[in-house]
């Protein structure tokens, strides 16, 4: 009998498991990671992917903490801020599920929510910010977009106040509210260009073997491509089920997503768009109606300006991303975008809108100067909570990773 082959054991790594917004993710301190994944590269990436437990042909994540969704299939690296003016450095990578990659190509809006509340439990915030009763305010560099999120965390007692009577639609239980700012919002980064990266509010974007669409491509929050639902053969008031059932909707929806990167100068190439899956983010709209949320809740079109949907990792949002909030306040804030017109066109500073779970409320201030629109804030509010916090066990193999 020969000599069996021997494994290397297991790994742990500090770890805290959270839930901010509609999403939840694994959150470590950049100092507890190995020193080899201390740094961008292979073996971050397979910490990443080993801990959520990815690629899974299955599509279940059963061997990880991820939850086989685009909402739960994230991690975040916090670190003390090396940019000034600022308390925190966040950093996100959403793991694909049957795939082995980690896209840092954007940022997450949900979990933006628990960065502040999460950095202050793991000590990265300097105790003179900290009221032992009141609200920390917590400025927060977004690395992968080089942007800077304010949060307004509660704190009682000296500690993050986590519980309280903030509802939000998508989320099961109440919590504390933590009010977000989204500063200068328009995506300007090395890879993105203006907000508007074709220089147009609408385009006609053509995308052969499926049609031609009108299209609002912007960079703000996140960079994203907004059609019209009717022009896709939709109302606007679609479920999970009636998109992420139909396997020939979802190619439709990818091979669109592809073109408008390409549009957007994203990609160069309609192929980059399978490992660029976080960005951009596709959504359609339309003017406000009634409808019946996936919680049985019913949604009157009296108390929306317009409905949207939007796709997250190849497959339609249980709710809405936060990034894409902000590209829809940014949007609607911006006379004749398709979404200011499907909330019934004009200047406004807020919009409520109907998402698959319920209603969202988003501001953004807009101004136009100099004959280009300018955004200098998105406002929304989330909760952030901690579920679990302890370590993450991965196989030691992670760190020879190449």
């Known amino acids: 009998m020969s000599e069996s082959k021997r494994f290397a054991p297991q790994i742990k790594v500090a770890a805290t498991y959270l839930r901010g ?28 992917l080993r801990a959520l437990g990815s690629p899974d042909p299955y599509g279940k994540q059963i061997d990880g903490m991820g939850n086989a969704s685009s909402s739960t ?22 793991v694909a599920i049957d795939k082995a990659f980690v896209d840092w190509s954007g940022n997450c809006g949900n979990l933006s929510a628990a960065v502040g509340p999460c950095a202050i439990h793991m000590g990265l915030i300097d105790a003179a910010k900290i009221p032992h009763n ?17 949060a307004h965390v509660q704190i009682t007692d000296g500690q993050v106040q986590e ?8 989320v099961t239980f109440p919590a504390a509210e933590v009010p977000l700012e989204f500063l200068d919002p328009a995506d300007e980064g090395e890879d993105g260009g203006a907000m508007f990266p074709t220089g147009n509010l609408v385009d006609r974007l053509d995308v052969p073997g499926v049609g031609s669409f009108a299209a609002t491509m ?9 059609l019209n639902a009717k022009d896709l053969g939709y109302t606007g008031c679609e479920l999970q089920d009636a998109i992420n059932n139909d396997a020939e909707a979802l190619a439709k929806f990818e091979t669109i997503r592809a073109h408008g990167a390409i549009r957007m100068g994203l990609i160069q190439e309609l192929s980059q768009a399978a490992t660029r899956q976080h960005t951009p983010k596709i959504a359609f709209v339309a003017p406000a109606q009634s409808y019946t949320a996936s919680s049985g809740k019913a949604i009157d079109a ?25 590209a829809i306040g940014t949007a609607a804030a911006i006379p004749g975008t398709l979404v200011n017109l499907a909330a019934g066109g004009g200047e406004r500073n807020a919009v409520r809108f109907g998402h698959p779970s319920g209603t969202l409320r988003v501001g953004a201030e807009a101004k136009l100067f100099d004959g280009q629109w300018q955004v200098t804030k998105a406002l929304m509010s989330r909760s952030a909570r901690i579920l679990m916090e302890g370590w993450i066990r991965v196989p030691g193999e992670v760190l020879d990773a190449k």
């Open 21 to 48: 917004g509609t999403s939840k993710g694994v959150f470590f301190k950049l100092q507890d990671l190995p020193a080899a994944a201390q740094q961008p590269g292979a073996v971050r990436d397979a910490i990443f």
């Open 73 to 94: 299939s994230k991690g975040v690296i916090l670190s003390k801020s090396s940019r000034e003016g600022h308390d925190v450095d966040y950093l996100f990578g959403q």
């Open 134 to 150: 009141g609200t920390a305010t917590i400025r927060i560099w977004q690395a992968n977009i080089s942007k800077t999120i304010v």
């Open 163 to 170: 519980t309280g009577d903030f509802e939000l639609d998508g």
């Open 218 to 226: 912007i960079n703000a929050g996140i960079p994203t491509v907004f």
């Open 302 to 326: 009296k108390d929306i300006d317009l409905v949207v949907r939007a796709l997250s990792m190849g497959k339609l949002h249980h709710a809405m991303m936060g990034t894409a909030a902000v």
